[in-house]
C-alpha cells in the first residue's frame, strides 16, 4: 500500500485495460495509431502492450493491422455473467437465511440426479449434516421429494430402480408405491426421515428447464412453526424464479 492507505497501482496494467476499452469502443477494430491516439499512450509502449495482449488471447490482430476483441475476454465475460447470477442467487437466499434462521439450499434434479448447487448457512444456522448422499436420498429428504414431483410417475418410477429407498431413520418413508403417487404439494416436508432431530421444507423454482427447488432446514423442534417459514419460503424461491428465468440458465455447482 502506498502512504496514506491508497494502492499501490501498475501504470502497465492499467494502461493495457484502457488498451483493451479502447478496442472495445471501435466495432471494426482499430490500429495500433488509433488507439494510442485515442489512450494518449506513446506509440512505441502501445505496440508493446498491444503485443502482449495478443500473445495472451485479450486481442487478435487481423490481416489489416486493426485490433480486436480475442476470445479471453469472451470468456471473462462469460465467468462474469456466470458469477453474477450465483450473486444475485446467493442474496435471496442469504436474506432468506436471516429472516427465518434456518439453513437455505438450492437444488436441482439434473440429467438424472439430484443436485445441490448452493447451500448457505452460518454458525448459528448450520446445515443438516449430510451423513447419506441427497442424491441416494431423495426420498428421504424435502429437497429430493420435491425435486421428484416435478417428473412422471415413470420418471420418478426409474428414479427409484436406481436408487432403492433405504432406511435412514425409523421415519423413512420407503415404500415406493407411495413415493411415486405422492400428491405434488406446493410446499413439502421432511420432519426427521432423513436425520433425526432436523426437519426440512421445499418449494419449487420454476422456469430453469427442469425440476429445481428452495429449500430451509431447522431443528424439529420447530416444525410447529411451518406456517411462518412457508411464505417467506415460497417468495424466495419465486423470486429466485423470476432471477433465473430472466438469465436463462441455473447457476453452476459451486
Request: glycine share 10%; aromatic share 6%; proline share 6%.
Amino acid at each position: 500500500m502506498a502512504r496514506g492507505g491508497e494502492p499501490t497501482l501498475i501504470t502497465s496494467v492499467q494502461r493495457a485495460l484502457r488498451l483493451l476499452e479502447a478496442v472495445g469502443e471501435h466495432g471494426s477494430g482499430a490500429t495500433a495509431k488509433t488507439l494510442a491516439r485515442r489512450t494518449r499512450i506513446a506509440l512505441p509502449t502501445t505496440y508493446h502492450l498491444l503485443r502482449t495482449l495478443v500473445h495472451e488471447g485479450y486481442l487478435e490482430k487481423l490481416d489489416d493491422g486493426a485490433f480486436i476483441i480475442g476470445e479471453q475476454v469472451a470468456g471473462l465475460h462469460d465467468a462474469a455473467r456466470v458469477q453474477g447470477l450465483r450473486s444475485r442467487v446467493r442474496v435471496a437466499m442469504e436474506s432468506l437465511r436471516d429472516d427465518l434462521n434456518a439453513a437455505i439450499y438450492l437444488a436441482r434434479y439434473h440429467e438424472g440426479e439430484v443436485e445441490v448447487a448452493e447451500i448457505v448457512d452460518s454458525p448459528r444456522t448450520p446445515r443438516v449434516d449430510t451423513w447419506a448422499d441427497f442424491r441416494q436420498a431423495a426420498h428421504a429428504t424435502a429437497i429430493g421429494k420435491c425435486l421428484l414431483s416435478g417428473l412422471s410417475k415413470e420418471q420418478r418410477a426409474d428414479h427409484f430402480g436406481r436408487y432403492p429407498p433405504a432406511d435412514l431413520t425409523p421415519r423413512t418413508i420407503t415404500r415406493i408405491r407411495d413415493l411415486v403417487n405422492g400428491p405434488v404439494r406446493p410446499v413439502v416436508t421432511d420432519s426427521e426421515e432423513y436425520s433425526l432431530g432436523t426437519a426440512c421444507l421445499a418449494a419449487p423454482v420454476i422456469g430453469v428447464g427442469g425440476p429445481a427447488t428452495l429449500a430451509i432446514s431447522f431443528p424439529v423442534h420447530k416444525l410447529g412453526d411451518t406456517k411462518s417459514y412457508v411464505e417467506p419460503l415460497r417468495a424466495a424461491a419465486g423470486e429466485i424464479s423470476r432471477t433465473l428465468a430472466v438469465a436463462g440458465e441455473f447457476p453452476a455447482t459451486g
